[in-house]
């Protein structure tokens, strides 16, 4: 293998370049329209265009990816995952263009392309399967008298589904003909195909998965499992390994399944036996089914690459070579704990829709490892699925590890577009979790607590302190375009610096927060520890709970605040917590220009002139009195237009920081819309 055309894009695509170019072998990536510039063409030896933005018209395309090998003189091609990855007629179209395909034969992955026949092979095997009906018939009411049989819950599901499409549970009867229909529509407009199984749905599930490779000698090994009960509509997104309270019977048992269903269909590569996992009591031998398997390198591979040492995409090459197993099962050893957290551009509030937007800022902590197929600056677009990063932390210990997530979570930064960072966040550190006492239902049932918003008003009362004074919060990121962290000398003179362009010591904000216009009051004032910050106050909200706490440019909260700015919206991420802002659409300036209503004295001194009179029209910027402190003379200005309504000082006069010097009318309150 000299040559390899990576038929994916996004984080695998990376992933798999990073491996191959160890080997020394040349990488071609090939892209769509959108990702004329994404990171993996970038990282490529070379790129090739292969069509539009939809998935449809590229990387779905078998025709377009085997000329995009021919093309570029390829001898190899890997899928990736998703996409095209368990299509048994690439791996036939690669065959008579005479280029290795990099996984199993079109054989084997049809054998397990469909849930329902895989499942009557399994049970050949020997393997145990969930209970249930996967035969051939799909009349309804036929398939309902099973469900009748089996007893309620239910789950009705697509036999060629992934990526949890195609799925109803249903709780009785009276909701079966409906959950049927919809399943069906969802099928048949995902995969093509309208057909489903019936399965007993275990209560208190676990979904335990054992990773397995062969070669084309043969042989078959497992890598232990991983355990991927954190999901959100039936996707994983957490995954760790190895499982929590995995016995080492039960792990046998487990593995010895996975091995023998790997078996049974002369399988070679990477491959993922999925099981289904009694998890009310403690895991037993007798108490996991086979649910499918997965003919590919799997999203969650690099928690097993992290507890055994082995590069899994290494394997994939060499065994597509024709070489054997690197390794015998009894060299195959776990080692610690790993976990790692699927960051996706998602709104969790909103049921985990998918967003858009331009990463406008982006940088990972360097903790742990990550995995990513975008830069900052890209364009999360609606083609594709929204996985931006996969998180991976590994540890002695599986607190250890889930600590180190923990972190790595809040240290990343990510903003112009939503994420389920502080959603994961939530997660890895719920005692639920961290006491190993959950199932496939937990996200579910915790959900409130886990999209809490406790802390947006701080989050928002940060973006307005921002706007009162840009650069009051300052941030810095490293030259290697890495971890961007805060600089806290440097925070602390951008925040005197704000001070000291003598602005007003109160300010008037109106902002949009999702769909409605708040107004704000800021005032300036000084911590205890000398920190200048700005108290936050709405007239809109008098329950605005942040009324007790300072916002200094050091940020209130322990850790840091990053806040950027553009041209509509403010965004505001501190630790794990992230909001985005939106200015007011229309009167922008205005809006933020502060309705200003007097001027004072950033700090100590002595007044040395007055420039205005009671009844005088002033300019916004014009100087109204002259201060002298720290043996500087400086003028400071009105920020708005308007009419002096007093002059509370005179010449001479020694002020307070923060003493109010002169006061402008009232404005009226700027309009809501
Ligand atoms: P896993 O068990 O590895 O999560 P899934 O069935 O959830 O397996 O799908 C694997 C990944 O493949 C998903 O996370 C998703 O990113 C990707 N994927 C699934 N279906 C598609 C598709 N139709 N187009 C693009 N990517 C897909
Ligand atoms: P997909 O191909 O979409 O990955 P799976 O059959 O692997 O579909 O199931 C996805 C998830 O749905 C599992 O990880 C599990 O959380 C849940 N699930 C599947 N089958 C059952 C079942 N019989 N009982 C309870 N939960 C199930
Ligand atoms: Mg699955």
């Given at each position: 293998?000299?040559s390899?055309?990576i ?5 695998i ?5 990073k491996?191959?170019?160890a ?69 036939e ?16 992955m ?9 499942k009557?092979?399994?049970?050949q ?11 051939e ?7 309902q008298a ?9 789950l009705?599901?697509?036999?060629a ?5 195609g799925?109803r ?16 529509r ?10 489903v199984l019936?399965?007993?749905?275990i ?15 043969g ?17 994983k ?7 929590p309270?995995?016995s ?11 091995v ?5 269909i002369n399988?070679h590569?990477a ?7 009694d ?26 690459e ?8 290494d ?25 790692e957290?699927?960051?996706?551009a ?8 998918p ?11 360097s ?9 900052q ?5 609606s083609f ?15 607190t250890?590890a889930?600590?180190q ?14 994420t ?14 961290l ?7 937990f996200i579910?049932v ?9 802390h947006?008003?701080?989050?928002v009362a940060m973006?307005?302190?921002e ?9 810095d ?6 971890f961007?962290h805060?600089?806290q000398?440097?925070?602390?003179a951008q925040a005197?610096?704000?001070w000291?362009l ?16 708040l ?23 008098p329950?605005?709970?942040?009324k ?16 950027l ?11 794990p ?11 922008q ?34 100087p ?15 920020s ?32 809501a819309?």
């Open positions: 293998m000299k390899l055309l038929a994916n894009r996004g984080e695509a990376c992933r798999v370049i491996s191959a170019r080997r020394g072998i040349r990488t071609v990536a090939v892209y769509s329209d959108a990702d004329k510039r994404a990171l993996h063409v970038q990282l490529a030896d070379e790129a090739v265009f292969i069509g539009e933005s939809a998935a449809t018209q590229s990387y779905l395309s078998v025709e377009r990816i085997v000329n995009a090998a021919q093309a570029s003189g390829a001898d190899a091609i890997h899928p990736g995952y998703g996409f095209l990855s368990e299509n048994p007629a690439l791996v179209a690669c065959e008579s263009a005479g280029i290795v395909f990099v996984g199993p034969s079109a054989q084997a049809r054998a397990m392309g469909l849930k329902d026949a895989a009557r092979l399994m049970e095997a020997g393997v145990p399967v969930v209970p249930g009906y996967h035969g018939s799909q009349e309804p009411s036929e398939l099973h469900a009748a049989r089996m007893g309620y819950p239910v009705i599901k697509a036999r589904g992934g990526g949890g499409k799925m549970k249903v709780d009785s009867a009276a909701d079966f003909q409906t959950a049927l229909q919809s399943a069906q969802e099928a048949k407009a995902s995969f093509g195909d309208a057909c019936i399965e007993k749905y209560l208190q599930p676990r979904h335990i998965e054992v990773q397995i490779f062969g070669d084309k000698q042989n078959v090994v497992h890598l232990f499992e991983r355990d991927c009960s954190l999901q959100r509509r039936h996707q997104v957490i995954e760790e390994a190895p499982a309270g995995m080492v019977a039960v792990r046998q048992a487990m593995t010895h399944a996975a023998a269903a790997a078996k049974a399988y590569g491959g993922t036996v999925e099981f289904i996992v998890g009310s009591q403690a895991l037993r031998a007798d108490g996991f089914w086979f649910m499918e398997m997965n003919t590919r390198l799997q999203v969650e591979h690099p928690v097993t992290a507890i055994t040492g082995v590069d899994l995409v394997w994939q090459l060499q065994i597509a070579a024709g070489f054997a197993l690197p390794l015998t099962q009894d060299q195959l050893h776990i080692k610690g704990h790993a976990v957290a699927r960051l996706y998602e709104n969790p509030q909103a049921g985990f829709l967003a858009t937007g331009k990463l406008e800022r982006l940088a990972f902590s903790a742990g490892r990550v995995d990513t197929g975008v830069v600056g890209d364009e999360v677009l594709y699925d929204p996985l931006l990063a996969k998180l991976i932390a590994h540890a002695d210990t599986r250890c889930f600590s997530l923990s972190s790595q979570l809040a240290d990343s930064v990510v903003m112009g577009t939503q389920n960072r502080e959603f994961l966040w939530q997660l890895v550190s719920h005692p639920g979790v006491a190993c006492e959950f199932d496939t239902n579910d915790h959900l409130d607590e886990l999209t809490n918003n406790a947006v008003p701080m989050l973006a307005c302190a706007l009162a004074a840009p650069g009051f919060f300052a941030t990121t490293d030259s290697s375009g890495g961007m805060h600089v000398t440097r925070c602390i005197l610096g704000a000291q003598w602005g007003p010591v109160s300010r008037k904000l109106r902002l949009q927060i999702e769909e409605d216009y107004t704000f009051t800021l005032q300036q004032e000084s911590a205890a520890d000398g920190a200048k910050g700005w108290r936050v106050r709405s007239t809109d909200m329950e605005f709970p942040v007790g706490v300072l916002i200094t440019g050091r940020a209130s909260l322990s850790g840091n605040a990053q806040v700015v553009d041209d509509q919206r403010v965004h505001v991420q501190h630790g917590f992230a909001i985005t802002v939106n200015k007011p659409a229309i009167g300036g205005e809006a933020i220009a502060s309705a200003v209503d007097s001027v004072s004295s950033p700090m100590p001194g002595r007044v040395v002139a007055i420039h205005c009179a009671i009844g005088d029209s002033v300019k916004a910027g014009q109204v009195i002259s201060v002298e402190a720290m043996k500087m003379e400086q003028e400071l200005c009105s708005r237009d308007g009419v002096i309504e007093l002059v509370a000082v005179q010449v001479g006069e020694q002020v307070s920081s923060g003493g109010e010097l002169v006061r402008l009318k009232a404005m009226s309150a700027p309009d819309t």
